[in-house]
Structures are given as structure tokens and as C-alpha cells.
């Protein structure tokens, strides 16, 4: 009876895999609003009442998606990057050769913002890919590759707002070239962390305190 449950559960992972394959196959094929079960099923080559078994809400399975293909990215590096800017680089021309993880990506964000059972999940995605960044500056500090004088936490979330803006860029403004402008944005942050913030004076103060 064990052997036969073992089994069974191989079957039901083997399955999952095999639709979560068929989605990331899906949303490359079609844009993100045209993916749906059926799509996925037939990308995939089963039964569509298999997806809805085993996957009972899309948000579940978009997001099983999300997190398989973002952990796919970057694992056939044959260059290991040098430092966190020269990864979320790296990363972004990895999405200018995959366009439909962008498209979910942008796709997930109104998912993120709504008031639904998924969304904190996805916006612990986003906190936990800023978290990321911000150990990585730190990390670059440490070992003399950059320089802040800002919290790293702060840099990580506009160099963040630099990456995202050009994946979004990269989707609707197809002619430009998002690796040139990422390098001229990227010079000026880094220009902009090493610049230590200079007070603001209080004139009112200053004249009544004179």
C-alpha cells in the first residue's frame, strides 16, 4: 500500500512539473492575458481537467511559474558576474532573450498590488528580490567594488527601479536598447551613492537663533 502512495505521489509531482513546463512554454508562445488552463494543457500535451486538479486556482499555478522560472535564470552562465550590478545586467539580458518571463513579471505586479489571498505572496517577492540586492551592495562595500553613502537598502530599491523600468521599457518600446540604457542610468546612480547627502538648513532657525 506504501509502495502504491509513493507511486502515486511521483505521478501527481511528475504531472505538476510537466504543467509547469507547459506554462512557462505557454507564456513564451502567447501574450500573458491569452495563457489560461486550456492553453497550458495543450502546450503541455494532457488533459485540461489534469491542470485544475492538481492546480484548483490560476494564481497558484502562476505562481509555482514565477518562482520556476526566475530560479531558472542565470543557470547557464558561462560567466559568473563580478559584482550586483553586473548581475542584475546580466539578468536583464537574459530577459531581452526571454521575453515572455518579462511579460509575466509585468503581469504579476497588478496581481501584487490587488487586495487578493496571492497578492502578499507576490509582494513578498519583490521585498525578498530587493533584500537580494541590498546583501550584494553590501557585499560589493565590503570587498572595495563600490562605494554608498546611502543604506544599501535604499540604493537596491532604486537600482530595482532602474532594472524594472526597462524590462517594462523593453516591452513596449521595442526599438531601444535597454542594455545601453541600463549602463547610462547605472553611471548615474552610482554617481549619485557616493554623493553624501547635504543638510538641509532651517533659514527660519538660523535667523531666530542669530
Not at 4 to 27: C, K, N, P, T, W
Not at 41 to 52: N, W
Not at 187 to 210: I, Y
Amino acid at each position: 500500500m506504501g509502495h502504491d502512495h509513493d507511486a502515486a505521489f511521483e505521478d501527481e509531482q511528475s504531472l505538476a512539473e510537466r504543467i509547469v513546463r507547459g506554462a512557462i512554454r505557454a507564456y513564451r508562445l502567447h501574450p500573458f492575458d491569452s495563457v489560461d488552463a486550456g492553453v497550458v494543457a495543450e502546450v503541455a500535451g494532457i488533459h485540461e481537467d489534469v491542470v485544475r486538479r492538481l492546480f484548483p486556482t490560476w494564481d497558484a499555478l502562476l505562481l509555482v511559474t514565477y518562482d520556476r522560472w526566475t530560479q531558472l535564470r542565470g543557470t547557464r552562465r558561462t560567466k559568473q558576474p563580478t559584482c550586483t550590478l553586473d548581475h542584475v545586467r546580466m539578468t536583464l539580458a537574459e530577459d531581452v532573450a526571454d521575453p515572455g518571463l518579462v511579460r509575466v513579471l509585468a503581469g504579476v505586479i497588478t496581481i501584487a498590488a490587488a487586495d487578493t489571498g496571492f497578492a502578499e505572496l507576490f509582494r513578498k517577492r519583490f521585498e525578498e528580490y530587493v533584500e537580494q540586492l541590498s546583501t550584494g551592495l553590501e557585499r560589493d562595500v565590503e570587498v572595495g567594488s563600490e562605494r554608498l553613502a546611502i543604506p544599501a537598502h535604499q540604493a537596491a530599491t532604486q537600482l530595482l527601479a532602474v532594472y524594472e523600468g526597462l524590462q517594462i521599457q523593453m516591452l513596449v518600446r521595442p526599438h531601444i536598447d535597454v542594455l545601453v540604457e541600463f549602463d547610462r542610468s547605472v553611471r548615474t546612480l552610482r554617481q549619485g551613492w557616493r554623493e553624501r547627502a547635504v543638510p538641509a538648513w532651517d533659514l527660519d532657525e538660523v535667523v531666530l537663533t542669530s
